[in-house]
């Protein structure tokens, strides 16, 4: 007997022997007449016996018709409807086994009784999977060229000597497909695909045959349904018309027109039967303009800056050049700011923005425990260009920065001028939950007097981030952070440009900025967290989701900030590095906007308070 693919019109048969090992029906006929016509039976369970691969049971079990029925009808199963069961078993059987390669299963199928309840068992004994004895996959046309088609090829299963498994083989074909359609072959025609079996040797023949046509050339980009001058959205565009076509120019396009934020819908597709002799296709981007303005206002909650309220506004174009507008307010108990942008599209060479920004923050004078942090007030002004290539997110910056603060009632101000750089790295295999992923961010900055700071200072500041799936439910999520500062005048450093230790996203177990160095302030006749020149800190966390959307944690914290720091009356360094660590145990919940993280955290080197309460909503990268 020979099998074909499902699509193959023609199909190849060869008369073949049937198979001495007939299925076995035990019915209980007798009792099924004892019981009478009408008696209504109760079926308990299906026991599937002698597989012992675990996927190749549950499909056996999915393709049981006894095992689909609904509660209410296995409660009430007549004895005819049983026996029709127990009859079509065997076959549903057999064709469950199939796609792995068993053409030839012993099947016993019995119904054991308990008065009117019913213990269904399936004694399967597989057999002997087919073999591939021979494979011949080929691609003619313009493709037989491409270096892309060999290793799809290659790497074709079942191979010669594998068990014949039909999955492998339907993945595999669609796989070499999928890569001749990415690469413009759009032309392309499956000619033969066929897979022969014979069951008395247990071997199967498989062939597979593409002609691929010509390969087709990128053609011009076509964009409708938005309300933007012509020539900036084309600045998107990746490719020149003419080169060879490839997916990924259209995936990027596609990506690039979300992010933008000004579309409900984008829709970017080939239009290979527009294009001419020349084989270019058009590409046709479908857009519809999400709403122009959004509104935003509510509460907030943060372990760190206490309770609030929150309200913003985002006009997400200006005008028909695509300018955006966005402000925003966060009044909250221990912190306070006020922060607007404006942003232009800077397309031509790096797709980004051009940001020019002002923000006002203020925080105050937190107490913890017996310690103080020092509050400030921080004005500030930012132009900025930001540019993406690939994962690296880029910003260069220039930052005019007056900052107001206050130690030992000594009331200081501080005027910085500075440039900077930022980093940012981020690859995962999914953006909200990932298993598998790695962060990475750096940022550099120098504000020298001669640009106008009333501080000379450089200063780098880096983090990284490593999440690894364990099992099904399990992962281990590591961070880390460090810092350094370069100044002969640390003292006159503002405290928003110092490092501290603590929080949330920090130590947990340990206050918002508790831990820096300290100095004893006489006039407050208590400790000042001052804030320190070097920073570092790490954690390591276990998870484990018990559902879908509910799991727990179990974590470690350690860090410090250290360095720079002067006693306020004898004038000797205040501190060294001598890291705290905390410990603690979470709750984590999947919400529909993002992960929501409830930590309960102890630090165990003589924190402020014996236990922190930590409230995070965010991404893990």
């Known amino acids: 007997m020979a099998l074909t693919d499902a699509r193959d019109p023609p199909a190849i048969l060869h008369a073949m022997p049937k198979s001495p090992f007939l299925p076995r029906i035990a019915l209980a006929l007798a009792a099924c007449t004892a019981a ?34 609904e509660p209410e ?46 213990t269904v068992v399936v004694q399967v004994d597989p057999g002997e999977p087919v073999i591939v004895r021979r494979r011949i996959a080929r691609i003619n ?9 060999a290793p799809p090829l290659v790497g074709l299963e079942p191979r010669e000597g594998d068990v014949l498994d039909h999955r492998q083989y339907e993945a595999g074909k669609t796989r070499i497909d999928r890569v001749l359609n990415e690469r413009g072959y759009f032309d392309r025609e499956l000619v033969t695909h066929q897979v022969e079996v014979t069951r ?10 593409w002609e691929s046509g010509e390969r087709y050339r990128m053609g011009e980009a076509e964009f409708s349904g938005h309300v933007f001058r012509p020539g900036l959205l084309e600045q998107l565009v990746t490719w020149t018309p003419g080169e060879p076509y490839h997916q990924s120019h259209l995936m990027q396009l596609q990506a690039s027109l979300a992010e933008l934020d000004y579309f409900a819908f984008v829709d970017v597709q080939p239009e290979p039967e527009r294009a001419g002799d020349d084989l270019q296709v058009p590409i046709k981007a479908d857009l519809a303009m999400a709403r122009r303005n959004i509104y935003s206002a509510g509460l907030s ?47 031509a060479w790096l797709n980004g923005w051009y940001t020019f920004a002002a923000n006002l923050r203020e925080e105050d004078e937190l107490a913890s425990g017996d310690t103080l942090a020092i509050p400030f007030r921080t004005f500030e002004i930012v132009g900025s260009r930001s540019g993406r290539i690939g994962n690296w ?82 992962r281990l999520l590591v961070r880390g952070e460090a810092g350094t500062t370069w100044t002969d005048e640390f003292e006159n450093l503002p405290p928003s440009m110092r490092f501290y230790a603590g929080g949330d996203r920090s130590v947990r177990g340990y206050a918002y900025r508790e831990i820096g160095p300290r100095v004893y302030d006489p006039q407050r006749e208590r400790d000042i967290v001052i804030g320190g020149r070097n920073l570092f800190a790490a954690s390591v966390e276990f998870e ?10 179990v974590f470690v914290d350690a860090g410090d900030a250290w360095g ?20 603690g145990l979470g709750v984590r919940w999947r919400s529909p906007i993002g992960p929501v993280r409830v930590d309960v955290a102890r630090g165990l080197d003589d924190p402020q308070s014996a236990f922190q309460l930590h409230i995070n909503i965010g991404t893990d990268l």
């Open 200 to 209: 008395a040797s247990r071997s199967a023949n498989i062939e597979l045959v």
């Open 36 to 69: 009478g016509p009408l008696a209504a039976l109760e079926l308990v369970r299906v026991d599937i016996r002698g597989i012992d691969e675990e996927a190749h049971r549950d499909n056996v079990r999915s393709a049981l018709s006894i095992e689909k029925l």
């Open 393 to 474: 997110n880029l910003v260069a910056s220039v930052h005019l920065q007056r900052e107001r603060f206050e130690i030992a009632g000594d009331t200081r101000f501080a005027n910085l001028f500075y440039p900077a750089l930022r980093a940012q790295y981020a690859r995962s295999d999914d953006h909200l939950y990932p298993r598998n992923g790695i962060g990475f961010n750096a940022e550099i900055m120098s504000g020298p007097e001669l640009l106008g700071s009333d501080v000379s200072f450089s200063q780098l500041r880096l983090g990284g981030r490593w999440v690894r799936g364990i099992g099904e439910r399990n």
């Open 544 to 553: 484990r989701m018990f559902t879908d959307t509910w799991g727990g944690a």
């Open 73 to 118: 009808r296995r409660r009430n199963l007549r004895e005819g409807r049983l026996a029709y069961y127990l009859r079509i078993a065997p076959s549903e059987v057999r064709r469950a086994l199939e796609p792995y390669g068993y053409y030839d299963p012993e099947i016993e199928v019995e119904a054991q009784r308990d008065g009117e309840r019913v």
């Open 301 to 347: 909650y943060g372990t760190d800056s206490g309770a609030g309220v929150r309200a913003g506004m985002e006009r997400r174009w200006v005008n028909t050049r695509g300018h955006k507008l966005r402000a925003e307010a966060d009044i909250a108990q221990y912190r306070r700011s006020i922060t607007t942008n404006y942003r232009i599209p800077a397309f």
């Open 564 to 583: 720079g720091a002067r006693d306020l009356v004898t004038g000797e360094a205040a501190s060294d590095f001598d890291p705290r660590v905390g410990v």
């Open 141 to 149: 046309g313009a493709a037989t060229e491409d270096p892309a088609l």
